[in-house]
T-cell receptor, first 113, second 116 residues
Framework: AQKITQTQPGMFVQEKEAVTLDCTYDTSDPSYGLFWYKQPSSGEMIFLIYQGSYDQQNATEGRYSLNFQKARKSANLVISASQLGDSAMYFCAMSVTGNQFYFGTGTSLTVIP | DSGVTQTPKHLITATGQRVTLRCSPRSGDLSVYWYQQSLDQGLQFLIQYYNGEERAKGNILERFSAQQFPDLHSELNLSSLELGDSALYFC???????????????FGPGTRLTVL
């Protein structure tokens, strides 16, 4: 069975600091993709970053990077230089077949001025 | 703007009623996914269609059904509505599944359903 776990219901970070949002996953399939989405208070789901299970390097997209530790089955999201606009819910997700996606319960991030 | 459209944006109805939520995927995307997001259940995958055919099924109740039409738009039908069905319903689309697991989903703005 596939499962995504986000153990931090809420996180706080000072503006301009870096923050790490945790995500662990469980799958027996050797091929999978890991995704992070952001959901601001307005409700839309915004794709942030992707990591493939065979990718050798950690994915980066601007201020977002994914700390992929395959042996530990973790895919933590690192946001550098936090901005007030980063305050939102963040969801980790996994796709094994390219069809069904499995989402974690989310982490609420609050950036403090 | 993700390119995925959902209508209506808000829907208020009574228990026992039936509603239809509509989704138009991004141009060229063949796959449509439906999700339910409620406060206590998080984001739950309901069902996926690919080019008109059901591809994957998640935690979708028997009172709910969906279909994807030849023009690739999709509808989610919710019947015999209960208070607990109040939630934000998302539609997402992606390019061809099965070509690999990198299959970024683009989400629509959601339909907020309130059952009174």
């Amino acid at each position: 069975a596939q499962k995504i776990t986000q153990t931090q219901p809420g996180m706080f970070v000072q503006e301009k600091e870096a923050v790490t949002l945790d995500c662990t996953y469980d799958t027996s399939d050797p091929s999978y993709g890991l995704f992070w989405y952001k959901q601001p208070s307005s409700g839309e789901m915004i794709f942030l970053i992707y990591q493939g299970s065979y990718d050798q390097q950690n994915a980066t997209e601007g201020r977002y990077s994914l700390n992929f530790q395959k042996a530990r089955k973790s895919a933590n999201l690192v946001i550098s230089a936090s901005q007030l606009g980063d305050s939102a819910m963040y969801f980790c997700a996994m796709s094994v077949t390219g069809n069904q996606f499995y989402f974690g319960t989310g982490t609420s991030l609050t950036v403090i001025p | 703007d993700s390119g995925v459209t959902q209508t209506p944006k808000h829907l208020i109805t009574a228990t026992g009623q039936r509603v239809t939520l509509r989704c138009s995927p991004r141009s060229g995307d063949l796959s449509v996914y439906w999700y339910q997001q409620s406060l206590d259940q998080g984001l739950q995958f309901l069902i996926q269609y690919y080019n008109g055919e059901e591809r994957a099924k998640g935690n979708i109740l028997e009172r709910f059904s969906a279909q994807q039409f030849p023009d690739l738009h999709s509808e989610l039908n919710l019947s015999s509505l209960e208070l607990g069905d109040s939630a934000l319903y998302f539609c997402a689309s992606s390019a061809n599944p099965g070509q690999g697991f990198y299959n970024e989903q683009f989400f629509g703005p959601g339909t907020r359903l309130t059952v009174l």
